[in-house]
C-alpha cells in the first residue's frame, strides 16, 4: 500500500468497472487480428512491424470497440455512487485502454451518467501508455495538480492495479462476481459493488482523538486468525484481555519494547524486536500484545495498514497477534508500537546468560548495523540521492528489514545444546550489546576489533553521516557464547543455512568489562551514551 493520505481523486476504469462487463467479445477480436491469446490485444498491434498490417488491425479493434459500445449497459451501482462522491468533492475520471471515440457512443446509452460528471478522460489515445503504465495517472495527477497518493485507482482487472501500483495510488480491485482468477492480484481494497467506495473513503479521512471506533476495530480485527489452540480469548471489541493455556509448558518468557524511531515498516519492526529477544532465552515467540499509538489527524486507513502488516509479520513467523488497544492521542507525534511479546521454552532449554563460561568463544551473526543501515535507506532515501548514493545501493539497504529476525540463527544455536548464552544487538549497537552481554553474564569479554565485520553500505553511510557503525542500532545481529569445543560445528551449521557468522571473541574471566584489542594492541572499547541514529531524526 502506498502512504497512507486524504484522497482527492479517484480515476475509474470503463469497461466492468463503470460499465457492465461482456459487452466486448476480445476473443472475436483476437481471431479477427490473429493475437495470441496471452498477448495483450493493444501491445500486440503495437508489435506488428508492418504499418498496413498494424493500421489494419488498430481499425479491426477501432470497429469491435464501437459495435460493442453501441451494446454496453452502465452499471448500476456506478448510477448510485458518482452522484455521492460529487457531494464530497472528490475529483472524478475514468481512465481506459478503449478509444475516447467508443467511450463517448457508450455514454449515449446511459440515462443515469453523463461524461459531463467527470471531470477527466485519459484514453490510448492520448499521449500516454496505456494501462498497466502508471504514465495516464501520473498524467491525471499532473492535470489535477494533485499527487499520485491522493489518487484513487478503481478497476475490475490487473492492469488497473498495477498501474496503480505503479504511480503510487491507492487501488481498488472491483471483483464483482468473485472471480477466481482475480484471486491472486495484490491490491489495497477487494470490493464487489462500486457503493463500498464510501467506506473505503472514510478509512482516508482524519479520526478523532481517542479510541479507534469500535466498527472499524471489529472491521480491521477480522484479518486475525486463532490457529493456536492455546489462545483461549483473542482480540475482539470489549474483550480487555487475552487469555492462554500454558499448562504444558514450563517457562513462560516474557518481553515489551516499543518502535519509536520508524515510520516505514514500523509493524514488522515491532514484531521481530520483541520476537527477537524472545529467542534469545531459547524460547519459542509464541504471542503478541501491542499497544498503537496515533497521533491526531491520523486516517483510519493508517491503523488499518499497521494492523494489517501486524498480522502478516506474525503469521510470517508463527506468532498470534492475540489483542492490544489502540488509540490516537496528542501525547504522540509520529505512530508508536508499543509490542508485549509471550513465548514458552522447556524449563531444561531455558538459555540464562550467566551460564557462560571461561574460553566460551563469542560469535556474531551477520554484520553491524543491520536495522540501523534499513532504517536509515527507509527513512533518509533522498537525502542519501543528494549525496551521490545510487537508487541500487539505497534498495540495497531498503531490503536489510528482510534481515532483522535472528529467530533461524537463535533455533539453530538453542538446538546446538553447546550455546551458553544469546543477547541480539538492540539499541547501542554492538558497542551497547556486548556491555551488556558481559554485565548480564556476569564475565568479562575478550573482542578481536579487527574481526568485527561491517557491510560496505553500512561503513559509507556512516562515513557520509559521520556516525560510528559499533553505535548504531542492530537487529538482525546475534551474540553467542557457544562452549569452545563446539562452536567451529555450530559455525558450520550457520553457514549451511546461509547465515554470515564471524568469531570475533571469547569469555574470560568472572567480573565485567571488555579487553578489545585492535591489530594486537589494547585499545578501548567504544561508548555511547545514545544510539547514533538519535543524531538523525
Known amino acids: 500500500m502506498t502512504t497512507a493520505t486524504s484522497i482527492k481523486a479517484i480515476l475509474f476504469d470503463f469497461d466492468g468497472t463503470l460499465s457492465q462487463s461482456g459487452a466486448i467479445d476480445f476473443k472475436k477480436i483476437r481471431n479477427a487480428i490473429g493475437c495470441p491469446y496471452d498477448k495483450p490485444i493493444l501491445e500486440f498491434i503495437d508489435g506488428i512491424c508492418d504499418i498496413n498490417t498494424r493500421q489494419n488491425a488498430s481499425a479491426t479493434l477501432n470497429f469491435f470497440e464501437l459495435e460493442a459500445a453501441a451494446n454496453t449497459k452502465l452499471d448500476a451501482s456506478a448510477g448510485k455512487i458518482i452522484p455521492k462522491l460529487h457531494r464530497q468533492k472528490l475529483l472524478l475520471g475514468i481512465i481506459s485502454r478503449n478509444s475516447r471515440k467508443s467511450i463517448l457512443r457508450a455514454f449515449e446509452n446511459f440515462k443515469d451518467l453523463d461524461l459531463s460528471d467527470f471531470d477527466l478522460l485519459i484514453t490510448r489515445d492520448d499521449p500516454v501508455k496505456p494501462k498497466p503504465s502508471g504514465q495516464g495517472i501520473r498524467l491525471a495527477a499532473q492535470k489535477w495538480k494533485i499527487k499520485t497518493n491522493q489518487i484513487m485507482m478503481v478497476g475490475d482487472f490487473s492492469h488497473d492495479v498495477e498501474a496503480g501500483q505503479r504511480a503510487g495510488c491507492l487501488t481498488v480491485l472491483v471483483d464483482k462476481k468473485k472471480d477466481p482468477r482475480l484471486a491472486d492480484i495484490q491490491c489495497d481494497f477487494r470490493i464487489t459493488d462500486l457503493n463500498e467506495l464510501s467506506h473505503i473513503l472514510r478509512l482516508t479521512q482524519p479520526l478523532a482523538i481517542g479510541k479507534l471506533p469500535n466498527d472499524l476495530l471489529q472491521e480491521f480485527l477480522q484479518q486475525f486468525e486463532y490457529m493456536d489452540p492455546s489462545v483461549l480469548v483473542g482480540a475482539g471489541v470489549g474483550d480487555d484481555t487475552a487469555a492462554i493455556d500454558v499448562s504444558s509448558e514450563q517457562v513462560l518468557v516474557l518481553k515489551s519494547d516499543p518502535i519509536t524511531f520508524a515510520s516505514d515498516a514500523i509493524s514488522q519492526y515491532a514484531v521481530l524486536v520483541n520476537a527477537n529477544d524472545i529467542a534469545t532465552a531459547g524460547a519459542i515467540p509464541r504471542w503478541l500484545l501491542t499497544t498503537l499509538l496515533f497521533p491526531p489527524k491520523t486516517l483510519a486507513l493508517t491503523i488499518r495498514k499497521v494492523m494489517n502488516d501486524l498480522f502478516h509479520a506474525c503469521k510470517h513467523w508463527g506468532i498470534t497477534l492475540c489483542g492490544g488497544h489502540t488509540e490516537i492521542t496528542d501525547a504522540v507525534t509520529r505512530p508508536v508500537v508499543i509490542g508485549h511479546m509471550a513465548g514458552t521454552v522447556h524449563r531444561a532449554d531455558l538459555i540464562e546468560k550467566k551460564n557462560m563460561q571461561p574460553g566460551d568463544k563469542i560469535l556474531l551473526t551477520k554484520s553491524v548495523a543491520v536495522e540501523g543501515t534499513a532504517i536509515i535507506t527507509r527513512e533518509f532515501s533522498d537525502h542519501l540521492l543528494s549525496l551521490g548514493f545510487t537508487q541500487e545501493e539505497i534498495n540495497n539497504g531498503r531490503n536489510f528489514l528482510s534481515q532483522i529476525s535472528i529467530l533461524p540463527e537463535a533455533r539453530l544455536a538453542s538446538r546446538s545444546k553447546a550455546a551458553t548464552a544469546l543477547h541480539d544487538i538492540t539499541e547501542g549497537g554492538l558497542a551497547i550489546a556486548v556491555e551488556e552481554l558481559s554485565i548480564a553474564g556476569g ?95
Open 443 to 537: 564475565h568479562r569479554l575478550k573482542i578481536n576489533m579487527d574481526a568485527i565485520p561491517f557491510f560496505p553500505l553500512t561503513q559509507k553511510i556512516a562515513t557520509c553521516f559521520n556516525i560510528d557503525p559499533l553505535g548504531l542500532i542492530g537487529s538482525g545481529s546475534l551474540l553467542i557464547c557457544c562452549e569452545k569445543k563446539f562452536y567451529l560445528k555450530l559455525m558450520d551449521d550457520l553457514h549451511q543455512n546461509g547465515i554470515a557468522v564471524t568469531c570475533i571473541g571469547e569469555v574470560l574471566r568472572k567480573g565485567v568489562g571488555i579487553k578489545a584489542y585492535h591489530k594486537g594492541k589494547i585499545v578501548d572499547w567504544p561508548r555511547f551514551t545514545v544510539d547514533e541514529i538519535t543524531r538523525l531524526f
